[in-house]
């Protein structure tokens, strides 16, 4: 049923919602509702009859889905030492992420060229709203060319904002259509993408995804991508020639200060941490701080070291899978990806567990779409025809 024309493009909407809405819709209960009804409904229903790719799947990615699982019943444990006001929501949010990455393997099917085909609509659409953002901010808004660019809807902050640009750049210069009539749109988008990371004033973002296009050439090994790299160090080396003065007026935003009193923080409760959800302030440099503005110590806070070694153990894992089929178009972008998110993860993002947002995009996202490098693997050309037909 789930291979049903209907129902393919049931869940190619979900994945859009996904990546759009976050952008256009005009609230984050919208954003949810979107979600439910496009996303995980259509990945509980077809789940059944998609019950072979599933197996498929869960076997050939044990080493993610296994600590994975692991990381899901520590979790679920830590609820009860968590100071959350509200333990059933936070184990409810951990069945949305089970279903949302269920939803991958239901929607490829074997197919990974149907993933790349929506991811490439995908990034597109998101350049659009972009453009709009950056007309909005400066144009209507009156805003000096010298302020933090700000996206629509739950991009609207600059570091978020710049970490989900900054990734749609990365699978878009990866999964390059090969028509010329969209190739010159992929050439925009992917201008439009680079350049509201660099407005946005991110540098987490920025350091990201310059590195990331610089590397691109490690496992890409063609022309198309050192010229991409080399792209990159001339834009590079001319936004930090002109906007010097922006780059570093920030100094290092306190970054090093958190970093010493979170790990300060986890060495108080090394093995069960503070538990799932449990609120927190992390206090340096005379300032109370929301978060540890660092994933992986965000995790050590909230789940201690046994919660940490198997979040690096799925993350570490889904880079193994990508880099055994690294021959194939998928893989490239899954490697990009995770690439980009592993830095990003290092500069502001701290949230795992939460409903639906940007951070997804660097965690859970990248997660989802490596349940589907076993078909890679399977069928390498599948993905190429895509993108010649794209």
Not at 11 to 23: E, K, N, P, R, V
Not at 291 to 296: G, Q
Request: charged share 15%; glycine share 8%; hydrophobic share 55%.
């Amino acid at each position: 049923m789930h291979e049903k024309r209907w129902a393919q493009t049931w869940m190619s909407i979900g994945l859009l919602w996904f990546l759009l809405a976050i952008a256009v819709a005009p609230t984050n209960k919208v954003y949810q509702q979107g979600m439910v009804a496009f996303l995980w409904l259509p990945a509980l229903v077809f789940a059944w009859s998609a019950r072979v790719q599933l197996t498929e799947a869960l076997y050939q990615h044990r080493w993610i889905y296994m600590p994975l699982l692991g990381l899901l019943v520590w979790s679920l444990i830590s609820l009860y030492w968590s100071n959350a006001q509200d333990t059933s929501r936070e184990a409810k949010r951990l069945l949305y992420i089970v279903v949302f990455l269920l939803f991958f393997p239901v929607f490829a099917s074997g197919r990974p060229d149907r993933v790349i085909r929506v991811m490439q609509w995908g990034g597109i659409g998101l350049a659009i709203a972009t453009v709009v953002a950056i007309a909005k901010f400066y144009g209507m808004a009156g805003n000096p060319w010298s302020a933090r660019a700000e996206g629509l809807g739950e991009l609207s902050h600059p570091i978020l904002g710049g970490y989900v640009i900054g990734l749609a750049a990365v699978w878009l210069a990866l999964w390059v259509p090969r028509t010329a009539s969209l190739q010159a749109l992929w050439v925009v988008a992917l201008a439009v993408l680079g350049a509201f990371v660099l407005l946005s004033q991110s540098r987490g973002a920025g350091l990201a995804l310059f590195f990331t296009l610089l590397a691109m050439p490690i496992w890409c090994r063609d022309r198309r991508s050192r010229v991409v790299a080399a792209t990159a160090l001339v834009v590079a080396f001319l936004a930090f020639w002109f906007f010097e003065s922006l780059v570093t007026a920030r100094g290092v935003s306190y970054r090093p200060q958190i970093l010493v009193a979170s790990l300060q923080m986890i060495a108080e409760h090394p093995w069960r941490g503070l538990g799932l959800g449990s609120d927190y302030k992390v206090f340096a440099s005379n300032t109370y701080f929301d978060h540890a503005h660092n994933l992986f110590s965000h995790i050590a806070i909230e789940l201690g070291v046994p919660g940490l070694l198997l979040w690096c153990a799925v993350w570490l894992a889904v880079l193994r899978e990508a880099w055994k089929v690294r021959e194939t178009l998928y893989a490239r972008g899954i490697i990009g990806m995770w690439l980009f998110s592993t830095l990003a993860m290092q500069f502001d993002a701290a949230s795992l567990s939460g409903t639906p947002r940007a951070e997804w995009f660097i965690s859970w996202l990248v997660v989802g779409l490596a349940g589907v490098l076993v078909w890679a693997r399977v069928n390498p050309g599948a993905c190429d025809k895509i993108s010649r037909s794209s």
